[in-house]
């Protein structure tokens, strides 16, 4: 299935997780991708393991800094064009309203909503001349409440909300715009955010119980949903937050 030969994609937080898993599925069906990380080392080791070539463009820097933001567009300028934004890159730090100072508040918005609106904004231009897609990675707190992820949830919950007022907007110019809710999945997010290794592991067994299907997921089994959104497969559905939990949101919290 080659559904994105010549096409050119713009994939954020690229060298772990959900973002690494699509940039790799994406330039196994064809694509050309600009991979985005703040870590040049990780860019590095994505490049040797994806084994793409030149159609795998690796760009470090901070998501936060507009001047980055404005060079990954001018980047996507220079291979003339975007056909696909996947807005993957994301922060998870725990915190109550007692414990979530302003400082973590700002910075959790700041990379996993501004930067996201921002990037979007500047790249809408390139998206409306090829009439293609947008695809925010949110998560199951985005349309679920949860304790002890305050901040999370709200930018989370800002995610899928753009997400919905992006896709009206875009409709009359062709461009879709959807996001994708994943319940836990295996990959760096927890322990960047501070876990440690023994709670991590029980964290994941525990969550067998607290999602339907009885296990995590995997972020190979995001990424395929994110590219099915992002291909003409997907033509007439946009503004849609798919749940991809393994049943999670149909749960009361426990």
Same mark, same amino acid.
């Given at each position: 299935?080659?559904?994105?030969?010549?096409?050119?994609?713009?994939?954020?937080?690229?060298?772990?997780?959900?973002?690494?898993?699509?940039?790799?599925?994406?330039?196994?069906?064809?694509?050309?991708?600009?991979?985005?990380?703040?870590?040049?080392?990780?860019?590095?080791?994505?490049?040797?393991?994806?084994?793409?070539?030149?159609?795998?463009?690796?760009?470090?820097?901070?998501?936060?800094?507009?001047?980055?933001?404005?060079?990954?567009? $001018?980047?996507?300028?220079?291979?003339?064009?975007?056909?696909?934004?996947?807005?993957?890159?994301?922060?998870?730090?725990?915190?109550?309203?007692?414990?979530?100072?302003?400082?973590?508040?700002?910075?959790?918005?700041?990379?996993?909503?501004?930067?996201?609106?921002?990037?979007?904004?500047?790249?809408?231009?390139?998206?409306?001349?090829?009439?293609?897609?947008?695809?925010?990675?949110?998560?199951?707190t985005g349309t679920r409440a949860?304790?002890?992820?305050?901040?999370?949830?709200?930018?989370?919950?800002?995610?899928?909300?753009?997400?919905?007022?992006?896709?009206?907007?875009?409709?009359?110019?062709?461009?879709?715009?959807?996001?994708?809710?994943?319940?836990?999945?295996?990959?760096?997010?927890?322990?960047?955010?501070?876990?440690?290794?023994? $709670?991590?592991?029980?964290?994941?067994?525990?969550?067998?119980?607290?999602?339907?299907?009885?296990?995590?997921?995997?972020?190979?089994?995001?990424?395929?949903?994110?590219?099915?959104?992002?291909?003409?497969?997907?033509?007439?559905?946009?503004?849609?937050?798919?749940?991809?939990?393994?049943?999670?949101?149909?749960?009361?919290?426990?």
């Amino acid at each position: 299935m080659n559904d994105f030969n010549g096409k050119r994609a713009l994939v954020t937080g690229a060298t772990s997780g959900i973002g690494r898993a699509t940039a790799r599925l994406l330039l196994e069906r064809g694509a050309t991708v600009l991979g985005t990380a703040r870590r040049e080392a990780a860019l590095q080791e994505t490049a040797s393991d994806l084994g793409a070539g030149d159609r795998w463009r690796p760009q470090g820097g901070d998501l936060t800094s507009a001047d980055f933001r404005a060079s990954l567009i $001018a980047a996507t300028e220079e291979t003339g064009g975007l056909d696909l934004l996947v807005n993957a890159a994301g922060i998870l730090t725990t915190g109550t309203w007692e414990t979530t100072g302003l400082d973590d508040w700002d910075r959790m918005l700041d990379i996993n909503l501004r930067s996201v609106f921002d990037l979007t904004r500047r790249a809408i231009p390139q998206l409306k001349e090829s009439r293609g897609a947008i695809v925010n990675v949110s998560s199951v707190t985005g349309t679920r409440a949860f304790p002890g992820v305050l901040a999370y949830c709200v930018s989370k919950a800002g995610v899928d909300q753009l997400t919905r007022c992006l896709a009206l907007e875009l409709a009359p110019d062709g461009v879709r715009v959807n996001a994708v809710n994943p319940g836990v999945v295996r990959t760096e997010l927890h322990r960047a955010g501070g876990m440690e290794e023994a $709670a991590y592991m029980a964290f994941l067994e525990r969550s067998k119980t607290t999602h339907p299907l009885g296990r995590v997921g995997q972020p190979e089994e995001v990424a395929e949903l994110i590219a099915f959104l992002g291909s003409s497969r997907a033509g007439w559905i946009t503004g849609e937050t798919i749940a991809i939990d393994g049943g999670r949101a149909q749960t009361c919290n426990r």
